[in-house]
């Protein structure tokens, strides 16, 4: 049995707290937060422990933690697990600072403890289907690559001041969503933004509609469109086109009834949120850490691929703000 320490006990960190509860190879022993009510009332529920992060770290007995505090803690975090022998799943983005996160790919690797990323859309069923029949060979040669990420509505204004921007916060999924897709990171990257939705997104530093293209040197293409606001829903698609045909995932409605009269077709919306598109994939990723650790096999999601992410967005960013593409160059993904 796995004991696990969950390091931020906020929204995200509750979610984590079912997947760890939920597996049988995992138990979820202490709880730390920065706001101690948050920390006693998560702890309550689950029969956990409430302990500072200096307690957990300095507990030979607990094997993991889960981090899921804010990003800019991340990279802290990590080293400081790592170099106390933990196992580490992270929150996606590693850091805010690309800069930051190679350091902390240097200092992870080399201390040999297995970091994984949270990048839970990887594991979602639909994704993950669609992936498997693409390296199956079964379209072909993948030549253009669509992604849409629309959310509902954004967030406050106070955590987009502190969120790194759409591209580092919002978009990163659909960079890493590219990369895995394409097998790595792609060559060059030309993105714009502006901010429709809301002014005072504009008036923060950030944008909240936005479009990326991702270009390979081989010549595929991504073309990723991310909204702060889709009224209708939360709209999560990707589409791929090959040399031989087509693959497409499409969104989770409300239900599946579909009405057809003489006047017309109806069907329901996309579902409202995140935890209602993504949940079951949050358990899947948590399954796939435990059994990767209790095989002794490569992470699913690496420190270094959660970096590679990091640098496309740092480079949508400057392309952004430039008005010029930006290549990925080999130092932006921590090679020596």
Known sequence: ?????????????????????????????????????????????????????????????????????????????????????????????????????????????????????????????????????YDAGEIGKGELLSITSFDPAPPPIDYIKVSGGLFRDMMIHDFDIACWIFGGPPARVSATGSAMVDPEIGTAGDVDTAAVILQWDDGRICVIKNSRRAGYGYDQRIELLGSEGLLSAKNMLENTVEKITASGASAAKPVYFFLERYMRAYEIEWTAFIDALQSGAAMPVTLREGVAALACAEAATRSAQSGDSVAITPDMLGAE
């Open 1 to 133: 049995m796995m004991k696990v320490a969950l390091l931020g006990a906020g929204r995200i960190g509750q979610v984590h707290a079912k997947s760890i509860t939920a597996h049988d190879g995992s138990r979820l022993v202490a709880v730390a937060d920065a706001i101690p009510e948050a920390a006693r009332k998560l702890a309550g529920q689950i029969g956990a422990e409430v302990r500072s992060i200096d307690d957990i770290l300095a507990d030979d007995e607990i094997d993991a933690v889960l981090i899921a505090t804010s990003t800019d803690t991340h990279s802290d975090l990590i080293e400081r697990a790592t170099a106390a022998g933990k196992a580490v799943l992270c929150e996606k983005p590693v850091d805010l600072s690309l800069d930051r996160a190679l350091a902390t790919l240097k200092t992870a690797e080399a201390s040999g403890q297995p970091v994984m990323v949270g990048f839970n859309r990887r594991f979602d069923p639909q994704f993950a289907a669609l992936k498997a029949a």
